[in-house]
């Protein structure tokens, strides 16, 4: 497990770590044509997800993040996979608490932010497991929680579970302004 978390910590940064790597200028690449493609007043909220599981959607959600960041955007990255979070594990962040926790009522969502080591990049983790996830992220919470996040930060990476297995990422769809496959 701890050889898994250092490995989704190394490929899940890979921007920061090799910024001039050709993986480091492909995810610049994907950035410029996300920024083209879906102008941030029409979509602040941005969700990653797939068909299936494994197919690499945090890891592009971290690194898509950080380079982001690094243009000089405000991003925030917020891990809706309530089933098989990672995001914490990729910036060695804290999963007590998260998303999941300001819907149960348990924190207010400023107690869940996570600043990143990339400056302009913040983290909101999945927080602990929970036995609705759909329930959750289709609440009236949850999207009153997007709503104040979108007047603080430039653009929302959602991580979405994969489309296939589960109805979350069809929930998510439903309050992100777009999503990428």
Do not use: W
Not at 53 to 68: C, D, F, Q, R
Not at 173 to 178: F, N, V, Y
Request: aromatic fraction near 2%; glycine fraction near 8%; hydrophobic fraction near 40%.
């Amino acid at each position: 497990c701890h050889a898994q978390r250092r490995g989704a910590r190394r490929d899940g940064q890979a921007v920061a770590r090799e910024p001039s790597s050709h993986t480091a200028e492909t995810l610049r690449t994907i950035r410029t044509t996300i920024f083209f493609s879906v102008p941030k007043d029409e979509a602040r909220v941005i969700q990653i997800t797939s068909p299936g599981p494994g197919e690499g959607k945090s890891t592009l959600v971290s690194n898509l993040g950080i380079a982001m960041a690094q243009s000089g955007l405000k991003v925030l990255i917020l891990d809706a996979d309530l089933r098989k979070p990672i995001q914490h594990e990729i910036f060695d962040a804290d999963r007590k608490t998260g998303i999941s926790s300001v819907l149960a009522g348990l924190v207010p969502l400023q107690e869940v932010l996570v600043h990143t080591t990339t400056p302009g990049l913040d983290l909101i983790c999945a927080g602990p497991d929970v036995p609705n996830p759909a329930e959750m992220l289709g609440s009236r919470i949850f999207s009153m929680a997007l709503d104040k996040l979108k007047t603080r930060y430039d653009r929302i990476l959602v991580d979405s579970p994969p489309v296939g297995p589960v109805a979350d990422a069809s929930i998510l769809a439903a309050a992100c302004g777009a999503t990428v496959l």
